[in-house]
């Protein structure tokens, strides 16, 4: 949706992303191999699990983290303007499901869809 608002190019489920100067190169595997794609900056991109691998934080560097400061940011501090853009006209809740009808074999239902105009 962001890349859509914004017009820009989209690579999804990156499993190999790669920088030049003016364009990004994305790699992502689809169900017949590898799929590359090449997007003018600037693009969206959404990278899948394989793109890196995890680091996984220590105890003392966690309990480090614990006593940092946290900086509080709004969008206001980076120009951001967050002005809802859709609007909502309706919501309506689906209607209820009629019972169905049991049939002893398939001439019955055959009578039955024929007589709802259904089948011939």
Same mark, same amino acid.
């Given at each position: 949706m @962001?890349a859509?608002? @914004?017009?820009w190019g989209?690579?999804t489920?990156?499993?190999?992303?790669? /920088?030049?100067?003016?364009?990004v &190169?994305?790699?992502?595997?689809?169900?017949g191999?590898? *799929?590359?794609?090449?997007?003018?900056? $600037?693009?969206?991109?959404?990278?899948d @699990?394989r793109?890196? *691998? $995890?680091?996984?934080?220590?105890?003392p560097?966690?309990?480090?983290?614990?006593?940092?400061?946290?900086?509080?940011?709004? #969008?206001?501090?980076?120009?951001?303007?967050? &002005?809802?853009?859709?609007?909502?006209?309706?919501?309506? *809740? #689906?209607g209820?499901?009629?019972?169905g009808?049991?049939?002893?074999?398939?001439? *019955?239902?055959?009578?039955? /869809?024929?007589a709802?105009?259904?089948?011939?």
């Amino acid at each position: 949706m @962001l890349a859509g608002l @914004l017009g820009w190019g989209q690579g999804t489920f990156a499993s190999r992303v790669t /920088l030049a100067a003016d364009s990004v &190169t994305v790699t992502r595997e689809v169900d017949g191999g590898l *799929e590359t794609d090449r997007f003018t900056l $600037p693009a969206i991109v959404t990278t899948d @699990l394989r793109l890196n *691998e $995890p680091r996984y934080a220590s105890l003392p560097n966690i309990m480090k983290a614990k006593s940092k400061p946290l900086a509080q940011k709004t #969008p206001a501090d980076y120009g951001v303007d967050v &002005t809802p853009r859709i609007k909502t006209l309706k919501v309506v *809740e #689906p209607g209820k499901r009629q019972a169905g009808i049991k049939v002893a074999d398939v001439d *019955e239902l055959a009578m039955k /869809l024929q007589a709802m105009g259904i089948a011939k």
